[in-house]
């Protein structure tokens, strides 16, 4: 599971790496090596953001290598490094170079709230509608590899479900506040000398989108209440971790400078932070480690299957992003809310199933840190 300073540990069962780094004298480790897919890291970094101590653990320089059936943090990783795609044994290779290299990097992390009041974090995406479906019943292929995915997404196109819902954003180009923990996630100092490797010296990119076409409205149509004479409530009292400034507590309503999309019947919402959603779809080409941006896509009820099936082919070469697709919506926010209609469904994070219900989000600019040659 991880490679540390002094042995390895191997997970045995779910939440065990979680449970290992919540309790583990992190002073003894210059780096944790995950050697899986992607799920073992959302395990990891939660477990560091569980600790008291999380300011501290959080710095900790993270390595992946791909041992799954997604890989897409390890595929970002090898893309970002400006080589041509691969995959399989070679993108291992490539990610192992990599991590000889030793360079480590701030890396954004999204923090999420479930209806449960429960909070957790993630480094990847949030998923809900057709992707989210198509992750999880295509475990009955794993032993395909990657190859699952295919699989899946042609099974589910034959049988395409529209999806009810409701989802706002905060747009990149607004939320000001979010500009400053931004800067303040790059200045973070970790007081543990052995996590604080060299730093990329690249210069953070604050990036600023208008809002897509047809989806900027005035105050009165997106008919979001502003909190009147004071500041939301924020949505992380009493939990640990970072606190999140732009989110109010998912039972209280939206600032007014969020934009409600006016559709309500969708296919698919997929929140990307990272470039790959699996080793050969390249979801979000514009997307960097700690851009401080969520990449927003959604795809509206009406597409055709055939318009569905050419937009995936296209995301192979992170071509969707450049082809005027009717029905697609790209944009760059800093936070989201998303609140599903009655009935069953699913939805995830970073590939795993979480509960279905609202669900609301907001970045949180170079939190962590990864080795990333």
């Keep these: 599971m991880e490679l540390k300073g002094k042995g390895e540990e191997i997970k045995k069962r779910q939440n065990h790496a979680r449970e290992l780094v919540r309790e583990a004298d992190l002073s003894q480790w210059d780096a944790l090596v995950i050697m899986s897919g992607d799920g073992l890291l959302h395990e990891v970094i939660n477990g560091l953001l569980e600790r008291p101590d999380w300011e501290d653990a959080i710095c900790t320089p993270l390595g992946i290598l791909p041992g799954g059936s997604g890989n897409a943090l390890a595929a970002s990783v090898h893309y970002y490094s400006g080589v041509s795609q691969v995959t399989s044994e ?30 957790l974090f993630s480094f990847l995406s ?11 019943e295509s475990e009955k292929y794993r032993h395909a590899g990657a190859a699952r995915f295919t699989v899946g997404t042609l ?3 034959a049988s395409l479900r529209i999806y009810k819902g409701r989802l706002a954003y905060l747009p990149a180009s607004r939320g000001n506040n979010m500009d400053k923990s931004v800067q303040n996630g790059a200045a973070a100092c970790c007081t543990n000398p052995a996590s604080c490797w060299k730093l990329s010296s690249a210069p953070r990119q604050l990036l600023e989108e208008s809002c897509p076409n047809n989806t900027c409205h005035s105050n009165n149509s997106l008919k979001l209440r502003r909190l009147e ?48 959603l699996a080793e050969d779809l390249l979801a979000a080409p514009d997307a960097r480690l700690d851009d401080g941006v969520i990449h927003l896509f959604y795809v509206t009820a009406g597409i055709s299957r055939r318009a569905l099936l050419r937009l995936f082919l296209a995301m192979e070469k992170g071509a969707h992003v450049d082809t005027n ?21 699913i939805i995830t994070v970073d590939g795993e199933v979480v509960e279905y219900g609202p669900i609301q989000a907001e970045v949180h600019g170079g939190l962590g840190r990864l080795i990333s040659g």
């Design 325 to 345: 697709y009717q029905h697609l919506v790209h944009a760059k926010v800093r936070a989201l809310r998303l609140e599903p209609g009655s009935g069953k469904g």
């Design 155 to 157: 099974v589910r196109l």
């Design 90 to 119: 070679d993108l291992l290779l490539s990610c192992g170079f990599l991590l000889c290299n030793g360079l480590v990097s701030h890396m954004d992390l999204v923090s999420l709230h479930l209806s449960s009041g429960h909070r």
């Design 126 to 136: 949030l998923a809900w509608g057709f992707v989210a479906d198509v992750d999880v």
């Design 229 to 276: 004479g004071r500041s939301p409530r924020s949505a992380t009292k009493d939990l640990p971790g970072p606190p999140d400034t732009l989110l109010p507590p998912l039972d209280q309503p939206l600032p007014s400078d969020w934009v409600l999309v006016p559709e309500e019947d969708f296919v698919l919402m997929l929140a990307m932070y990272q470039s790959h």
